[in-house]
């Protein structure tokens, strides 16, 4: 790597003088690589200028006189059929530095050579636009580039062109696609070539010409090519030094408190700071009156004390190891909390909300939560162009390149369900990932190629030009307010110390390291300039910093006042009132009136009208649905809108997401119903029940499980009062987005003290199709439950409450479509937020049996956490010889197999439909009725997985707290490596197998 960077060096002999940042005007003659069609040498019209003639064309389209008159001539031929080849008409003189006698004829050779002559010029200037970027000078230890190439572009080669030295000061006219002019119209092409360098080459590389929209170019080129566009006033300088002032003496404050603690400090790119307030600042000069952020661990504790104005005591309480929490949860470390701010923009005199999500060291994993919770900000506000709300997402270069959720969570950008209208991305470039060289951690050009694909512009700058960082971010934000696109700000920068600051970097970057040791702090710089400009003294200088100081001091005195740490106030998504006046004991009423679901069962049954044609098939199914609600019962279709629609009566949000979801992949939801006859006409029942429902939002997502789950979970972080499912396409898919499984939706309330009413769909049921749609893994979810198992709660009137409030999630596999109705209100009727993980059935979608009657769902029914045998051994418990437990479809195939062989006065089968929190009072009751029989777990999945690891040891102590000295049994298949048998053959031998032992009854 030094080695390499060395070369760079030698190979761009005209790099900036990175102090003074003088660019001298460079001209790039050919180097040592030879490039076997040099653009010069290409015919009048050819691919090296085809996109320019289609400029000239659309401006001669518009106005004849806004081109030169030998384009109009010859567009003018080819409009009256000429051909193209014989359209050219040689048009006169244009270069000044060529003097022709108005009264002498000029040679059509001559004529030709100005016409190429002014086309290479118009195309050495594209080429500045198209390639400028590659020889830019954003590293600011002047070391590398950040296209990882040490060679100038051909593109950028005069002699390519053939054009010399000789033609530098003719004059040539300026093409309708460049602002370098101003006012003028021509320049010679020496100014052509330094103002185009001025632009595209010096500490700002923009990337915007892979961008398929010719208004947004257009826009982007008069942001950055107007002369003069980019001064700044005195005041303006200033304000940038006070923030810079505020950024470094932040961390230089910290370093000094505290030598050897970890804190992940922004060394190396203090500019952060100053970036962000001024997107802030201009996107509330625009509208913009709340910001969601997302970020990674360094600077965090900088943006939160600086931009979100967290109370610095607070903040410094974090470093006490003596203060001990004064509320629930387990707490994270400081560098992962989040926070949720009001304050006044003091620039435009506004009100803004900041929240900085809280998220754990799995980068880039919080990148579609935060999407999730600003679309969800923009959906309560009414908000549909983004103008109220925006998200902000900060990013590590290393992990932007490398992080696939980065590439899902840009491919969400601009889809009608998921857009957030624009996103600002600043991607904190160190030029390094922890201790990996950009060579090897890429393959790509540059660490923000991803964002190329929605065709985001990316402006690569150097961090330690402040200016140049601010009017980027100004641009962004006005970028982001007029299209509502995302964009790319890159701020390339370096890493004062290591990874963090006990770590040791000059073991891997010894060259790198030894110059950053050499190289002066970003606001020594910019005191220094703004002195030397006049702007600022070194007294007021000094004032400025000592003001700060005293700030963090008082601050540090103020905490060691502190005599507790609160978890709460560094929660991201507060939900204000929402606990006030709930008692946190009493169970919900889930049942609702016998009319509601009568009048639900019509409507979702229905279509708009007899002009609305639907699909033969569907319309089987529609018929069958409405004899269902005649007949008061409902399967699992029924049931699921039964508890959406009476939700969304009751003016609860519901919103359902994922793959399929709007059919099911089942084909069993039909929620979106399509005219056959109209493109694009669609009728969704659930949406027209009542004149005051609230919204009913179904779907189909991209084909992405991570960056989909983590933004419905932002989106349920927003609003407890709505209801927010994700389906798997098949349960078992959910592993492609075990980080948010893991690392915020098992933990998100224990870490951070954030609450979520987040359901998962999970697909689960052995049915013979192979070993990836069989398990939703339902063991995973278990192990990650928080009840302990050697644990008998105490038995009381609040049994069940109790555990609903101590557990970290409920996890279920329910039977029925009744049970599956009642788990899906209590969501939203019990007086807290707990995830839900629900395993959903496939084949009980339409099995004759897994239906409910209306009796099940009408007021005063409740959800059933364990339904016991209802049959025949409840006659003569002393007569049943084994109580089998199980959970899910194996249920009816018990059932079955019992009614078979006749055992219906000797098995008993009781259904686990809530697994955890584990219903210990239901499991008592039914082994103290059947105190004489065996007691087993029976299961489809294999041994070492489902529910048996988790219920063996809670029915243990279920039996101790009994006095019982008998064991449970396990019933099911035979441990694996894998989730089931592709050989549907194996299946029904494992099946019959399972069932065989299942009602074997020992002597």
């Known amino acids: 790597m030094q080695t390499a960077r060395t070369l760079v060096t030698v190979a761009r002999p005209w790099a900036l003088d990175f102090r003074t940042r003088v660019l001298q005007p460079q001209i790039f003659h050919k180097t040592k690589r030879l490039y076997a069609a040099p653009v010069a040498a290409e015919p009048f019209i050819n691919g090296s200028s085809a996109v320019y003639m289609e400029q000239m064309y659309h401006a001669w389209l518009e106005n004849p006189k806004s081109v030169h008159k030998s384009w109009d001539a010859y567009f003018s031929n080819v409009a009256s059929g000429v051909a193209p080849g014989q359209a050219y008409t040689p048009p006169p003189s244009l270069a000044t530095s060529v003097t022709v006698s108005s009264q002498l004829p000029v040679s059509s050779g001559a004529q030709e050579k100005i016409i190429e002559d002014h086309l290479a010029v118009q195309a050495i200037i594209r080429s500045y636009q198209v390639r400028g970027h590659n020889i830019a000078q954003c590293d600011p230890l002047g070391i590398t580039f950040a296209d990882l190439d040490n060679e100038v572009p051909p593109e950028l080669v005069i002699d390519n062109y053939k054009l010399g030295e000789k033609d530098l000061d003719r004059v040539f006219r300026l093409p309708p696609t460049t602002y370098i002019g101003g006012p003028d119209k021509s320049l010679t092409l020496r100014e052509i070539i330094t103002r185009s360098q001025n632009v595209y080459c010096k500490n700002i590389g923009i990337e915007y010409m892979f961008i398929n929209n010719l208004d947004q170019c257009e826009w982007i080129r008069q942001k950055f090519e107007t002369p003069g566009i980019m001064q700044f006033s005195n005041e303006e300088k200033r304000l940038i030094l006070a923030r810079l002032v505020r950024s470094t003496r932040f961390e230089e404050f910290l370093a000094k408190k505290w030598v050897s603690e970890k804190r992940f400090g922004l060394e190396g790119c203090e500019v952060l700071i100053p970036a962000m307030k001024t997107i802030i600042d201009k996107s509330s000069e625009l509208g913009v009156e709340s910001y969601i952020m997302g970020m990674p661990h360094r600077g965090r504790l900088n943006v939160l004390a600086n931009v979100c104005r967290k109370p610095l005591e607070k903040l410094l309480c974090q470093f006490n190891p003596d203060l001990a929490a004064a509320d629930e949860g387990s707490g994270d470390v400081k560098y992962h909390l989040g926070m949720s701010h009001q304050r006044l923009n003091r620039l435009t005199n506004k009100k803004i909300q900041l929240a900085v999500c809280a998220n754990p060291s799995h980068l880039e994993a919080v990148d579609p939560v935060v999407q999730g919770k600003t679309r969800a900000e923009q959906y309560y506000k009414g908000d549909t162009e983004g103008n109220k709300s925006m998200s902000i997402l900060l990013h590590g270069d290393a992990a932007f390149a490398g992080q696939g959720v980065v590439y899902e969570t840009f491919h969400l950008s601009d889809l009608p369900a998921y857009t957030t209208h624009g996103t600002i991305h600043i991607v904190v470039n160190n030029q390094i990932g922890f201790t990996t060289d950009p060579r090897m951690a890429r393959s790509s050009p540059y660490c923000t190629d991803v964002a190329r694909v929605v065709n985001a512009p990316i402006f690569h700058v150097n961090a330690d030009n402040p200016e140049a960082v601010i009017h980027c971010c100004q641009v962004a934000s006005e970028w982001r307010s007029l299209f509502h696109k995302d964009v790319v700000i890159d701020l390339v920068c370096y890493r004062r110390f290591g990874h963090n600051e006990i770590d040791e970097p000059m073991f891997t970057q010894p060259l790198m390291y030894k110059k950053i040791g050499k190289t002066a702090t970003c606001l020594k710089q910019y005191m220094d300039k703004l002195i030397k400009e006049g702007v600022a003294t070194q007294q007021e200088c000094e004032e400025e910093v000592s003001k700060y100081d005293k700030i963090c001091e008082d601050a540090f005195l103020a905490a060691k006042k502190e005599t507790a740490v609160h978890n709460v106030d560094w929660l991201d998504s507060p939900w204000e009132k929402f606990f006030e006046n709930k008692n946190p004991m009493i169970l919900p009423e889930t049942g609702i009136k016998e009319e509601t679901l009568k009048h639900i069962g019509d409507v979702f049954s229905s279509v708009p009208n007899t002009e609305f044609k639907i699909h033969g098939g569907l319309k089987r199914i529609l018929e069958q649905r409405k004899k269902m609600a005649n007949d008061r019962v409902a399967d699992w279709a029924m049931g699921e809108a039964f508890a959406f629609g009476s939700l969304l009566m009751e003016d609860i949000h519901v919103r359902v997401s994922g793959q399929d979801v709007e059919r099911g992949t089942f084909s069993h939801r039909h929620h979106v119903l399509h005219n056959q006859a109209k493109d694009k006409v669609t009728y969704v029942p659930l949406n027209h029940l009542s004149e005051n429902q609230a919204e009913y939002i179904v779907c189909n997502s991209s084909l992405s499980e991570y960056a989909v789950l983590g933004f419905e979970l932002g989106y349920s972080m927003t609003n407890p009062n709505a209801l927010i499912c994700w389906e798997a396409q098949f349960g078992d898919f959910h592993n492609t987005a075990q980080c948010i499984i893991d690392q915020f939706i098992c933990s998100g309330q224990a870490k951070w003290t954030r609450q979520s009413g987040l359901v998962l769909l999970l697909p689960h049921g052995y049915e013979g199709m192979g070993p990836e749609h069989s398990s939703a893994r339902i063991e995973r979810f278990l192990q990650l439950s928080n009840d302990d198992p050697e644990y008998f709660p105490r ?209």
């Open 795 to 1003: 038995e009381d009137a609040d049994f069940e409450m109790q555990q609903l409030h101590d557990t970290n999630w409920f996890v279920c596999n329910c039977t029925t479509p009744a049970n599956f109705f009642h788990v899906m209100r209590r969501q939203i009727m019990l007086p807290f937020r707990k995830p839900l993980i629900l395993f959903t059935p496939k084949s009980l979608l339409r099995h004759p049996k897994a239906r409910s009657s209306f009796d099940e769902m009408v007021e005063g029914s409740p959800f059933r956490r364990l339904i016991p045998e209802e049959g025949t051994p409840t006659e003569n418990p002393l007569k049943v010889e084994k109580v089998i437990f199980c959970s899910g479809k194996v249920y009816y195939e018990l059932q079955n197999a019992r009614e078979q062989q006749e055992l219906m006065d000797t098995v008993a089968i009781a259904r686990v439909e809530q697994l955890s929190p584990f219903p210990f009072d239901l499991v008592k009751s039914e082994c103290a009725k059947y105190h004489r029989a065996e007691v087993a777990w029976v299961q489809e999945e294999h041994k070492n997985q489902g529910p048996w690891g988790y219920v063996q040891p809670r029915i243990a102590t279920v039996l101790k707290k009994l006095g019982m000295s008998k064991k449970v049994s396990y019933v099911g298949r035979p441990p694996s490596a894998s989730a089931a048998t592709g050989n549907k053959h194996d299946h029904l031998i494992e099946l019959s197998r399972l069932l065989r032992d299942a009602m074997e009854i020992p002597e």
